[in-house]
């Protein structure tokens, strides 16, 4: 079982920078995808970016390419999401999921099988 807690959300303006962390704990994640999603208030859950296991392959979303970076650390059991020129857009909260091994579809929520429990990002214009 792994259990995953996210951090780093808040309140910014618009063209500010966050970078969230997702922590992990009951498995190490070297062996795991990991993928952030963000879902806005009566929307869907939206795919922004994943990581191979081993964190040589990276996938984005359209409309994150350019602005933001996923990376891992896989010492420390975390990955992150840096984002940059953050726009009202991405107001939402931002989840943090795993699935062992590689999925079908990265950008496909019913690939992954651990979630956080969220964390909260907000971009005033």
């Known amino acids: 079982q792994v259990q995953l807690v996210e951090s780093g959300g808040g309140l910014v303006q618009a063209g500010d920078s966050l970078r969230l962390s997702c922590a992990a704990s009951?498995?190490?994640?070297?062996?795991?995808?990991m993928a952030w999603f963000r879902q806005a208030p009566g929307k869907e859950r939206e795919f922004r970016a994943a990581?191979?296991?081993?964190?040589?392959?990276?996938y984005y979303a359209d409309s994150v390419k350019g602005r933001f970076t996923i990376s891992r650390d896989n010492a420390k059991n975390t990955v992150y999401l840096q984002m940059n020129s953050l726009k009202p857009e991405d107001t939402a909260v931002y989840y943090c999921?795993?699935?062992?091994?590689?999925?079908?579809?990265?950008?496909?929520?019913?690939?992954?099988?651990?979630w956080g429990q969220g964390t909260q990002v907000t971009v005033s214009s």
């Open positions: 009951g498995r190490t994640l070297s062996s795991y995808t």
């Open positions: 990581i191979s296991w081993r964190g040589g392959s990276t």
């Open positions: 999921a795993a699935r062992l091994a590689a999925p079908r579809d990265f950008d496909n929520l019913y690939e992954y099988n651990y």
